[in-house]
């Protein structure tokens, strides 16, 4: 994984000692409150197991660390997406993000995904980097409108691993951002 550094904070590979942070971020309700679930100690270990094995095979999202302090504060950046959404091919690029909520409201998710823009566009060539999110979650679709991507209407989707128990979960809203809207927006090449 590349190393992605901006003004306060470094995109990095996960590291044992974030096991604590990523317990928090998919445990607390405030966080998770778009998931149709949260995971217990076990489960985050379990998972953050399988990212650290992920992180090394393919494009996964990155721990984000404060510079100024070495702390971890969630994730930010590139990920290769699985099955969904259902209308774009499995490895498709998307960008997503995920913070403690004391992290919130300083602008370090735009941050961090600027730089993965940046990163995505000009050293790894993507023609295009997608994100979604459930179609209330204002806070994340934000985040998509800061760093300039477009909603796509059409692209819309049903999330096929919501469970009928948390229909509202399930309408989820697409977003795009091609290398050629990214070129014009920073003014050309
Ligand atoms: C989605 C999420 C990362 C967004 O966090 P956020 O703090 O709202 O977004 P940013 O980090 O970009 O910060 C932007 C806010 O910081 C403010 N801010 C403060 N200092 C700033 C600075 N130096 N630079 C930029 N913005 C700054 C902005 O004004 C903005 O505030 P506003 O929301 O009141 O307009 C966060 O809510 C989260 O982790 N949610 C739970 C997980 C989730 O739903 N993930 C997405 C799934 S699709």
Redesign the pocket.
Known sequence: MTILETD?LILRPWQERDRDLFFE?NSDP??????PFRRDREQSDAFFDTLLERQAKKITYPAAELRSTGECV?F?GLHESDAEPPHIPAGTIEI??????R???????????LAALDYGFTELGLPEIV????HD?R?????ME?IGMRRDTAGDFDHSNIPDTHPHLRR?VFYRLTAADWRNKKGGL
């Open positions: 306060r971020i405030q966080v998770m409150e778009f998931f969630g930010c997503g993000w995920r913070l403690a909520t992290y919130w409201g300083k602008g370090y998710a735009t941050e961090g995904a994100s979604f999110a459930v979650n806070r994340s679709t934000a985040v800061r989820h």
